[in-house]
């Protein structure tokens, strides 16, 4: 700015197009973050400075007046809303966090089941990751996409078996597990048919894995 406002051949109206441009930056420091923007204007009231040694300011002492005063109010702004922003957006993550996460297991609860499926036809669309959910009570749900129902019940083998070999210190226990195949459409299908084989599991003596037929 200063080597420009140097170099321009009529500087009649320099000074207000000085004070014009300190505050266009004065003000768009609000897109910045509060340190950066602090920097920024305290770099402005210095470019004044910096232009007063050759553009000798007879109104100097004004330009000061104005814009200190403006960069003090705008920093104290700044700060204020990106507290309150920031406690806003902080806020809304942990109420957003609280929607979809069980506050016992901090797993996913059955409202993620909504996140992951589109809400007319209940047909899933996820990514290709695995995804605990907590259902309700002792029951929790398993979502293996790309996985066919071998590879399922091999994963529900191993839960099985490590549930069954750890130890509490209270007490022994054991899951009952049903497996059952996606393959598209309304998800609340599957999960009634995962839910019969669990069932299923639960008849022929617990501790076990049944696949839906």
């Not at 297991?105 to 589109?118: G, P, Q």
């Not at 009952?176 to 003596?205: C, F, N, P, R």
Request: aromatic content about 8%.
């Amino acid at each position: 700015m200063v080597p420009v406002t140097y170099l321009l051949p009529d500087r009649q109206h320099a000074i207000s197009g000085m004070l014009i441009m300190n505050l266009i930056f004065v003000c768009a420091g609000f897109a910045a973050p509060f340190s950066y923007s602090t920097i920024g204007h305290c770099l402005l009231v210095v470019d004044i400075a910096l232009a007063n040694t050759f553009m000798h300011y007879e109104n100097l002492d004004m330009m000061y007046m104005f814009n200190i005063p403006a960069v003090i109010s705008v920093c104290v702004i700044h700060n204020m809303m990106q507290r309150v922003y920031l406690e806003h957006y902080i806020t809304k993550g942990q109420l957003e966090n609280l929607v979809v996460r069980d506050q016992l297991t901090n797993m996913y609860n059955r409202n993620k089941m909504k996140e992951l499926s589109v809400a007319d036809t209940g047909e899933l669309a996820f990514a290709d990751d695995l995804d605990v959910i907590r259902w309700g009570g002792e029951e929790f749900l398993i979502v293996m996409p790309g996985c066919d129902s071998v590879q399922a019940m091999r994963v529900a083998e191993k839960i099985r078996e490590k549930v069954e070999k750890s130890d509490n210190g209270i007490c022994k226990m054991t899951i009952s597990i049903g497996v059952a195949l996606y393959k598209g459409g309304d998800y609340h299908e599957t999960m009634k048919m995962a839910d019969d084989a669990m069932y299923q599991a639960k008849a022929e003596g617990r501790n076990r894995i049944e696949l839906y037929k």
